[in-house]
Each structure stands twice: as structure tokens, then as C-alpha cells.
């Protein structure tokens, strides 16, 4: 097991310097290297950090042998094939979301970090965060009960992206977080509607409904034109309720003791009787920790113990195919679109490893990099 | 002109009581006969207004020849028999939220109320809430500039209805105030997604994306089964935007300067540049007198001037087809659904006469009940 | 034990509707007169309550044989002659806030009400409020640990009184909440502060801290001029600390385990080490019924049981005494004044009788109007 | 006028870092040696700063001719030897508040930094936010009208500084802000009370009542023991009331168009009638540059231009000396303390120089470093 991974980062532009940072910051693990097409970039990495490499030659990074492994922010469009010539240089891979422009690449470069045995991730940051990690325990331990509805909110006056609308911008971070939560449940159709408003622009608007196959439904709404920022899920169970407000610096998660009773009506044999529970409100210390050094973390832990990384490339899948059925169905305004056609057996899809295993509590996590 | 309207109220369930508390408490109206097929509700009127002459006989009301006008605060299913019965007597109506269960019956009171020149009014609440009426006046004069979307959220933890789903229930309310706001744009076609979880119950959480002829796009979320109250509705125009929230005492509508400049990108010919534009916050004042007592005064106008009312009959038309079309969406998960084959002209659907017309300002409405 | 105990009210001002309300819609009392200088209060009351008998002459329920109880709402100047005259006249007595308008008055009745052994209760109306309740109850259980502080703030754009200033028209609930919460603690000492901004007015914004014993120290906050409405009260303890915001309607009551850990520190014995501590946040579900129904129960069962009420007149005497003494400070600019000269052994202020009487679970409460 | 003023900072604990960073980042200043008597701070400055001089002797600073600027981030004990050092060895200083231990010490370098023709500035960075400077604008244009009343809560889970109290901690903000808003008014005295909860430990909870020549009074709440952060401040007026959350990210002043009007009452001469007057709120888009930039380059401004800073030693000691009563007043729970024993005609204290100047508007100031 190498103690030191040395890493390379291609892109310095609005993520980039993040990764670097936490990069640098996290035992185990060394930038060495950082490329970026624009040589504007490449001061600003040399004054931060005089030891590292600059280059505008992604080539140097690739051809580079103390690099053990890349880490790609780069625009979604040149993810395929960055990660793709990282991985015939030998090198473990981590992508920034959304994972690739299509699923088929996904699959392409699952398939063949796999065949090389190398680690291949993909930069779903909220799933490392204190508050999703305590939401998915609450739901792996049954404190919801049964699912009805994933909903989330997250809108504000944002930054239009010129090569990718707004589900891809701003939902793929939803559907990763839900795709974390409620596994190993998953959506079996997409309806999507949108609206673009600038001439010449992309969606900046848009709503999506996800039907399961039970009576689950989950719904996104995502705005780059709103005068507030909110952002928040609710998670109704049969159990509990969950409200997450990653707004909130204090009370990020809540659990409302709230919900329905059906029982028969014996007055009227033919009609159920509804009885409504309000009871206390619980809101669960969450771990603050900076959820990129949790990833960071989890990435180097990986590639030293050769494990599959929480948001793996068939994470990175399941996400690129609901963005793609739902980019399909927002142009026929909210027409269903099946997402069980591109499911394959051998990506592991319907079965994903990690799902019943009840995670450790959180001071064991901060601990262990290790977080699943 | 009759100087005192008297009333008959069918139904004294659960919005019966405030409507006769209103038609008692403003001039120029007094009820003087309510009915309930309950017997159990009836001791509650005398109590209050022992005055007031109680029966379980609706046709009592209908006989009665001082009754001038009868206020229907029944089930929907009810609706059509009983304001088809009252137009036939010869009485002015008025008539709970949602009008009908069919644009179908719709049609037809519309036609039998103008071919017997009695007013039909459709009981809209929240139109005559001084926050709405804020809202239209901004619209109207081109504060928010070009409307690019509405979207609107009523959530909670709320009475299943037995009869009807939570679109019927709770998004007839958005869809009413949308229908007034916006006007004269109307929709063109609806994609609606939605899920039950009792077994044997409707549809407890629903979402509706409304299309319009342009690039303005509506979406609507309800829910019966959340665990924190929620309501709030966001407008975003070219040139400002809006948030109302009821829920919110004293800042219920707020303005924000806020939104984007496209501009040609002089550098880079073929991409625009895009600007964000963040200015201050303006929250009016808005008039706070009880929405159903402005309503109430606005009924007995209408019958003494012989006009027709904002909430005419039409505008119950315009909400209830775009119920039944989201419900036919719903059905075929978010398949979308055209509006425009149930326009008729000489159902006035496409210019509502008021539409053009500038509101009075608040202070005006104050001393007039007229309040277009 | 006599069934129903006839209530005779005086005053039909701004609370006395409220009273006649609740003492006419609980199990064992009736209302049967009500009085009112004002002739023109009392046609309200007639067609609200065709039962009751309407007289602006106070004599009148003073000598009717029929009346049990008397029930004054009338200006505070007033509390002492009207009280005074109706335990003369054999009538259990149920007194507005605040008792008295001095602490020598409140102390003639406490001996008057004992010598004829009436019932003599003060309307402290948020002590009978589920929210506090509940706080009594964590408190007495020893859940928040030893109290260092209570801090409350209750401000808005308020009707200015003619006739007392600020502290005794809003200290006076903070006050009666803490007398009760943290019962059997007693201040020995106010310093007031406070300020007048009307000619020919009196203080509209006023501040006062309350010191004891020990190192628990208590401070409020109460102003009529204030641009928002703003109720919290904070508590802080050794081992969690309680948020309680009146205005908030789901989350009343929120306990947070937070606070700090003081340890000797090893490496430098003559310095302390602390530590922080941040865990979870809980909202019990408190019981929403009205405060006045739950108070008026309590009434007449102490009446039927011959017992003393929770906020009997000792305990608006705690509060009176301090309402005196914060007076007192607030002309001296902060001057602090000790309570501890006017306490007297036979008054029982040292010890109330329900110190250490572990309450009532709340659900035990709602089966019973015996709240201790 | 020389272009580059080189620094050197005394201090790199805690506030140390961010003085460094901006007097970095900004334009006419460079630092160029850094102090701290603990080594093992010095690594970290040089791995961010490789150019700059490090060592933990103070005196190789004070020694370098090069250095233009003293910036001292050190405890307050410490303050006036060290910048007393640094006025001796002719360099202009910038201290961290509270400006100095005593007010006497005050005195003694603003005397020196004069005879010296030195700027001598005061850290009191909330007066360089754009918030602050919005509110002090509205002030001066009486938009607010006659102030009645400044009332600040700054409180959290705080860390326990082992030197100062509560007020010398948290109120030093408060006393800061309000000195520049309420300018040319002055506090005459002040009422303080609070408590210790810590064995061994200084108050940490306290609250200050400071008079006024006139009906305004002011009152800050400080706590380093509460559950929940809070900070705002309301402001009073006659014509407008204003809130200000520090910690609300974009509507941070809001100002109301609410309050009272007083009017003779025509029909009872001998009373005054009051209406209540509730209009729109109203919330300015405020500059969101960090506070420690506009405030470096406003002191190097001062130096280039031999002028005097706003937050100049004279407003240090104006806070100071309200810190030094205060203190004293807590002693003895309340007993107000003069606070004009102190002034001085030749400290200017009574008429601060920039009292009447209109403050330019806040898109001038960012295009100049001068703002007042």
C-alpha cells in the first residue's frame, strides 16, 4: 500500500481550486501536478502552492509516472475523454459531477476502470456530507418506515451555464443524494418539464417527477432565475418526516413525528378512518466536517485498499441516465420516459453493494475514512 | 335597485358558518335561511342567530320567495343539481370552490345564468385577499415586466378529502389565483404527475407544469401529507420578481430588483453575456380586511348593479378544465394534456373583460366593493 | 360540591369577551351576568349570549345570591375596590392581570380571601399554556440541570396604555412565567431601565434584570415601539439550554444539548479548560389548548375542591411586588432595589406549596383540569 | 505621497490571518514582516506568504526602517506598550479593538500618534460593512427621524476569552456601531448588569443600558452561553423604524415605514390620541465587499493623505471608556455611571469632525477608498 497517493488536477477554474486545497490538505495524499488550458490560471496555483507543477499541457499530467491519480474538473464535455486517456495511463480517476455527457460513456469507462483494476469516482459532494450521511441512516434504519415521497427545492439567481442546462447544473446533485438515500430503490421512469428564457440559452427552468415501483414518487425543481435561495428536501415516510434544509447552519436535518393512520371504520364498514399523529420534532447533530476532506479521504482510502468508492463510476450512471431521460422528456413537455431499458445486469445497477449494509455511526466515520 | 339582498346558505359544514358569519356582518345583505341534510348542524345556527330559519329541506330555500340569492357550501359532486336548481328558482348564486366537477356542467350554468341575467359567482377566496390583488396590480402595470414563470407550493399535513384528490382540493386554489393574476394569459396545455398512499384514497400529492403560448411556464405543488406547512408562490418577471407568502403576517408579498441583462458579447460575437442584476427589496403594504367579507360585498354589488362579478362563472370554468385535464395527465404520469380544444368563443374564454382594465388602487377598493 | 358554579363577569372590554367565552363554553360553570360601565358593551353581549343579564350597575352581581364567582376585567386601578368588594360579598374571585395595583393591596386580599376561605385566583394566562407547561415540567425533572439565566423579549408595535406603562402591561406575563417556571427560585433584587418617547406618556420601552441568590441572573425585554413582533424567551442550564418562541406555532418549545464542560486543565494547573458541546436539538409536542379554557377548568375545580389555584394571589403578589420595585429602579436609571424587604413568612413567598410536586404528564393533564 | 505603504503585523493568532490577507490584497499596501512570540505560527505565514519576513521578536519590526505600518493583533493587555513602541519608532498603527485596557492609556496615544503627525486607527471593522454604512446614511438623511431607541442582542455558544469579559468581547461591536450610526450623539451614562456562571471565569452574559442627553436610550444584550445565535439591531425613530440582522445574507437592513403619531385629541383635550401607522418595508441592496478590505485601504488612504481615519483613536476611547463604566457599573448590578467625567474639549469628543457630512453613496464609495 503506497502511503502517499500523488495527485494530478486538470482544470483550475471555479472548482478546481477546492479540490487542490482539500487535495493538499488530507493525510495521504499530495498534489503534484495541475493543468489547465488557460495560462491565467496557473499564477494564481504557484503563488498558493510553489511545490506544485503547473502546465497547460494536460499530456504532461498524463505522462507524469509519480502520478498515481487524476482528478478531472473540467466542463462535462471533456470528461470522457480526459478520463478516459487517464485511465489507459494507468491512473485511478476522479470526475467531477455530472459524471459524463452521456450514459454510454459512463459505461464505457466503467467497464474499463474495471478491467484495469483502477478506482474510478465521481465527485457526488453532498453524499459526503454530515447531513445526507445522518438521512441515509435514518432511513436504512427504518425510522421513516416506508418511503412515499422524495422532494426537493433548489433554486436561486444563478450562474446560466453556456454548455449544459439547468438539470444538469444544478439537479444532477439531487438525483445523486436520492440516489444515495434511498438505495437501493430506483426510479423507473422520468417526466420532466422546463422552460429556456434567454434567446439562445438552455433551460433554466425545469421540474422533474421520478416514479418508482411501488408508490414512491420523488420530484425535483430546479431554478437559475429566483429572487430567494431555497433549498430544501422533504422526505415522507410512513413513519417520520424528514425536512433537510441545507440552508440551515444549525438545524440542517429535521425529523417530524408526524404522519397518517388508516385503520377500518367500524361505524362505516366500506370507509377507511384516518387518524393524524403530530408528535415531537428531533433535529440530529450533524457532522460539519468539509464534506470534500470526507471524499478526498474515502478516494485515497480506496485506491490504497483497492475498494469501490461510495459514488462510483455506476453511481455516476444511474445519475447521467435520469439526467439523459429526463433532457429526452422535457422536449415533448413531461411525456414519460422509461429509464429500466438501459439497465444492464453486469453494471450492477439493481443491486448496488453498500445497500444493506447498516453504516457506522458518526463519530466512528470521523475517525475512518472509510465512511460506508 | 333592493337595498338588502337576503341570503339562503346550503351547507353549514365546514365553510359554511364563516360564509354566513360574512353575509350577516356586511350591509347591504343578511341571511335569513340556512340548510344542512344534518340535523346535528342546525341547533348551531339558532344559537348563533337565532334569527335565522333552519331546515334540512334545501327546497325550502328554493321556495322561499324572499331569498334572492343562495350561497352553496356543499361537496363539489352537489354543485351543478343544486345551483342548476337555483337558477331555475330564479335566485342570484354563489357558489363554493371548485365550481363543478365537470367543465361540462360548467358550460351549461354559465349559459342558463346569462340566459336568465342572474349573477353566478364562483367563491374564489383568495382573489379578494388584499395580497393578491397587490400582486395583479404590479402585473398589470408591468412591474415584474414579462412574466417568465409561476410557481406556486401548498403543503401540509392535511385532511384527506374522501371525494376529491389533493389537485381538487388544494392546487384549485393556486390555479384560481394564477387564473386572475396572469390574466389574460392562459394555458394552453397541462403535464401533471402525482402519487395515493391509502389504500382506497385519491391522489394525496400532486405536481402541475402548466404551458402557455409563450415561454411562461406555471408549476404547481400540493401535498396533504408534508410535515411542515408550507405555502408560497414565486413570479419571475424580466424586470423584478416577486415571492408572496401567506403564511408570513406582515411581509406577505415581497418585491425583489433582481434578475438578468442579456446583452450582445462584443468580444465574442456569437455568445451573449449574460448580467445579474441584485437591487433592493420593496414588501407593500396590503390591505388585511377579511378576503370573504371583500367577497361578500363584492356578490351584492354585482346583483344590485347587475354586473358580473371578477369570479364569474367563466373564471370557475377556466380553473375546473385544467382540474379535469391534470387529472387526465395524472393518469398517463405527466403525459401532457391540450387545453385549447374546450375553448369556446362564445364562452369569452380567450379576453375576460376585465383583463385589460387597471385595478383601483387598494385605498379605493376600500370604500367601494367593486373591486375591479 | 356544587355542580355548576354561576359566574358573574365585570368589565366586557378587550379581555372580557374572552372570558365570558371560556367560562361559558367549560364543563361546571355558566356565566349568568355580566357588567359594564359602558352601556354601549353590553348589546354585544345580548346577542351573543340571549341568557345572560346585562347591568352597567357592578352592584348588581355583587348582590346576587345566584353568583358564585366573580370574574374582573376592568382596569388595574380598579382590581383592589371590585375584589375587595366581592369577597365581602362571599364571591370567589378570579382577577385580571396584574392583581393589584400595589403589593399592599394584593396582600390585604390574600388575607381577606384565607379568612373567608374563597377562592382567589389570578389571571396569569400563559402559565395554563401547554408550552409552559412543558418547560415547567423539563425543569422541575432536572433536564436543563442547574439554571444560569432566563431571557426574554416581547416587543411589537403595541397599544400604548393611558394608564401604566410598558412593564406593567408586558413584564407582567414574563414575570408570572417565570414566578411559575422557575418556582421555587425567587429574585432578591431588579434594576430597571427604561424610557418614555410620547409627551404626557409613560414608559414604552423598558428593560429589567433580576438577580437571586445564587448565580442565576434574569433579564426582560419589553418595548411598544418595536417595527416587528418578537416573543423568546431563553434559558439557559448547566446541562441543556430551551428556546421558547410564543409566536412560532409548530416548534413552541426547542431544547438543545448544547452548553459547556469546565474541566481542570492538566497541562496548566492553574488554568480551566472548557469545553464545548453541541448535540442534538428536540421540539416536544406540546398540548395546544387554549390557555383560558385550561385556566377557567382550573378555577372551578379549585372552587368545587377547596384548593388553592397555581397562580393564587401570592403569586400575583410575587409578581405585583416586583412590578413595584422595577418601577422604583427604572426612575433611578438602573438602580437596583431589593425584594427582600417585603417578603413576609405568612405569606408563604419562600415556599409555594407546589415546589417540589413533580407535574403532570400533559396527556394526564387533559383528562383533568387539576393542573399540578 | 508614496505608492506602497509597507506593513508589518504584530500578532498572527486568531484575527491575525485575515489582517495579513487583506493588507496583501489590496492596492498601495504590502506586508512585508509578520511577528508572533509563538513560533510555531510563523510556518504558516510563510507557506502562504514565501516573501514575507518572519520572527518572533517584536522589536525586528519596530527596528525596520522599511516598514511604514504597524498592525497590532495581539490581546488587549497588550495594546498600548506595543503601540506605543511602534508611535516611538515613527510608524503609523492600526490596533485591534478594543483599542486599548484602560481609557487613560486611550488618551496617552492619541496625544502621541497627534504631536507625531502619525494615523493612528482602530479596528472596528463592522463600520466598513456595507450594512452598517447604509444605516448610518439613513440616519444622516433623517429617514429615520428623531431616534428613540438602539437596541442590539449579540449572542452564540461563544468562545470564553480567559482575559475579557463578555462586554470587552462581544458589546466592544455593538458600542463600535453605534458611535458611528447615532454620531454626534453621545451616551452620558451607563447601567450595566450580568453574571459569571464559570468558576474562575469573567461575566458571560451581560446587558448595558446607556442614556442620553434626550429620550433616546440604547441597550445591548451580549452572551457567550446561549443555545441559538442571534445578532440584530432595531433603531427607533419617530418616522421609520429599521432592523438590522448581520446574520441575515441578503435582506441584512430592513427598514419599516412604521410607528405612532401623536395628535391632540379633539374631543378630550386633556388626552392625546395615538395612531398607529403601518406602511411598506423596504429593503436596500447593501455592498458586500468584506469590511477588512474597504478598512485597509481606508488606512492606507489615511496615510497617503495625511488624514484622520473615522474609526480614528478618538472613537477607540469613546468605546473604551463606555467598556471601563460599564464594567464598573456591573459591580454594583445596575447603578448607573457617568460617563461625561471623562470627556475632554481637546479629545473632541463632543463633536466628532464627520458628524455632519452627508456620507457618499455606496457606489461611490467602492470606487474610492475615502468613505465617509
Same mark, same amino acid.
Given at each position: 500500500?503506497?502511503?502517499?497517493?500523488?495527485?494530478?488536477?486538470?482544470?483550475?477554474?471555479?472548482?478546481? @481550486?477546492?479540490?487542490?486545497?482539500?487535495?493538499?490538505?488530507?493525510?495521504?495524499?499530495?498534489?503534484?501536478?495541475?493543468?489547465?488550458?488557460?495560462?491565467?490560471?496557473? #499564477?494564481?496555483?504557484?503563488?498558493?502552492?510553489?511545490?506544485?507543477?503547473?502546465?497547460?499541457?494536460?499530456?504532461?499530467?498524463?505522462?507524469?509516472?509519480?502520478?498515481?491519480?487524476?482528478?478531472?474538473?473540467?466542463?462535462?464535455?471533456?470528461?470522457?475523454?480526459?478520463? *478516459?486517456?487517464?485511465?489507459?495511463?494507468?491512473?485511478?480517476?476522479?470526475?467531477?459531477?455530472?459524471?459524463?455527457?452521456?450514459?454510454?460513456?459512463?459505461?464505457?469507462?466503467?467497464?474499463?476502470?474495471?478491467?484495469?483494476?483502477?478506482?474510478?469516482?465521481?465527485?457526488?459532494?453532498?453524499?459526503?456530507?454530515?447531513?445526507? $450521511?445522518?438521512?441515509?441512516?435514518?432511513?436504512?434504519?427504518?425510522?421513516?418506515? +416506508?418511503? %412515499?415521497?422524495?422532494?426537493?427545492?433548489?433554486?436561486?439567481?444563478?450562474?446560466?451555464?453556456?454548455?449544459?442546462?439547468?438539470?444538469?447544473?444544478?439537479?444532477?446533485?439531487?438525483?445523486?443524494?436520492?440516489?444515495?438515500? =434511498?438505495?437501493?430503490?430506483?426510479?423507473?421512469?422520468?417526466?420532466?418539464?422546463?422552460?429556456?428564457?434567454?434567446?439562445?440559452? =438552455?433551460?433554466?427552468?425545469?421540474?422533474?417527477?421520478?416514479?418508482?415501483?411501488?408508490? =414512491?414518487?420523488?420530484?425535483?425543481?430546479?431554478? *437559475?432565475?429566483?429572487?430567494?435561495?431555497?433549498?430544501?428536501?422533504?422526505?415522507?415516510?410512513?413513519?417520520?418526516?424528514?425536512?433537510?434544509?441545507?440552508? +440551515? #447552519?444549525?438545524?440542517?436535518?429535521?425529523? %417530524?413525528?408526524?404522519?397518517?393512520?388508516?385503520?377500518?371504520?367500524?361505524?362505516?364498514?366500506? $370507509?377507511?378512518?384516518?387518524?393524524? $399523529?403530530?408528535?415531537?420534532? *428531533?433535529?440530529?447533530?450533524?457532522?460539519?466536517?468539509?464534506? =470534500?476532506?470526507?471524499?478526498?479521504?474515502?478516494?485515497?482510502?480506496?485506491?490504497?485498499?483497492?475498494?469501490? #468508492?461510495?459514488?462510483?463510476?455506476?453511481?455516476?450512471?444511474?445519475?447521467?441516465?435520469?439526467?439523459?431521460?429526463?433532457?429526452?422528456?422535457?422536449?415533448?413537455?413531461?411525456?414519460?420516459?422509461?429509464?429500466?431499458?438501459?439497465?444492464? @445486469?453486469?453494471?450492477?445497477?439493481?443491486? #448496488?453493494?453498500?445497500?444493506?449494509?447498516?453504516?457506522?455511526?458518526?463519530?466512528?466515520?470521523?475517525?475512518?475514512?472509510?465512511?460506508?
Amino acid at each position: 500500500m503506497k502511503d502517499i497517493i500523488q495527485v494530478g488536477v486538470i482544470g483550475y477554474g471555479y472548482w478546481g @481550486p477546492n479540490l487542490v486545497r482539500n487535495f493538499m490538505g488530507v493525510a495521504g495524499a499530495k498534489v503534484i501536478a495541475v493543468s489547465d488550458l488557460n495560462p491565467e490560471s496557473l #499564477p494564481k496555483v504557484q503563488s498558493r502552492y510553489p511545490s506544485v507543477q503547473v502546465t497547460t499541457r494536460t499530456q504532461d499530467l498524463l505522462e507524469n509516472p509519480q502520478i498515481d491519480a487524476i482528478v478531472i474538473a473540467t466542463p462535462v464535455s471533456t470528461h470522457f475523454d480526459l478520463a *478516459w486517456a487517464a485511465l489507459q495511463a494507468g491512473k485511478h480517476v476522479f470526475v467531477e459531477k455530472p459524471f459524463t455527457a452521456t450514459a454510454e460513456q459512463a459505461i464505457q469507462l466503467i467497464k474499463e476502470a474495471a478491467r484495469r483494476n483502477l478506482v474510478l469516482m465521481v465527485d457526488h459532494t453532498f453524499i459526503y456530507t454530515g447531513a445526507v $450521511r445522518k438521512i441515509r441512516e435514518l432511513v436504512t434504519q427504518n425510522d421513516l418506515g +416506508e418511503i %412515499y415521497y422524495y422532494d426537493s427545492v433548489r433554486i436561486n439567481l444563478g450562474l446560466f451555464q453556456p454548455d449544459v442546462n439547468v438539470i444538469w447544473d444544478l439537479a444532477v446533485h439531487d438525483l445523486a443524494i436520492m440516489d444515495y438515500v =434511498l438505495s437501493p430503490l430506483q426510479p423507473i421512469a422520468v417526466s420532466a418539464t422546463g422552460m429556456k428564457h434567454i434567446s439562445g440559452g =438552455l433551460e433554466d427552468i425545469a421540474y422533474l417527477t421520478l416514479f418508482f415501483n411501488n408508490n =414512491l414518487i420523488a420530484h425535483l425543481h430546479v431554478n *437559475w432565475l429566483a429572487p430567494v435561495k431555497i433549498r430544501y428536501t422533504l422526505l415522507g415516510g410512513s413513519k417520520r418526516m424528514l425536512v433537510y434544509n441545507d440552508l +440551515e #447552519p444549525s438545524e440542517t436535518v429535521k425529523v %417530524y413525528d408526524k404522519g397518517i393512520t388508516v385503520t377500518a371504520n367500524s361505524e362505516q364498514m366500506y $370507509r377507511m378512518r384516518i387518524d393524524y $399523529r403530530a408528535g415531537d420534532m *428531533w433535529s440530529p447533530q450533524v457532522d460539519r466536517t468539509e464534506a =470534500l476532506q470526507t471524499e478526498a479521504l474515502h478516494f485515497i482510502y480506496c485506491i490504497q485498499n483497492n475498494e469501490s #468508492p461510495i459514488t462510483d463510476g455506476k453511481a455516476g450512471l444511474r445519475v447521467v441516465r435520469i439526467l439523459e431521460a429526463a433532457t429526452q422528456s422535457l422536449f415533448s413537455q413531461g411525456n414519460p420516459i422509461e429509464l429500466t431499458s438501459i439497465r444492464e @445486469p453486469e453494471m450492477g445497477l439493481d443491486s #448496488p453493494k453498500y445497500a444493506y449494509k447498516k453504516p457506522q455511526v458518526v463519530s466512528e466515520v470521523a475517525a475512518s475514512p472509510k465512511i460506508r
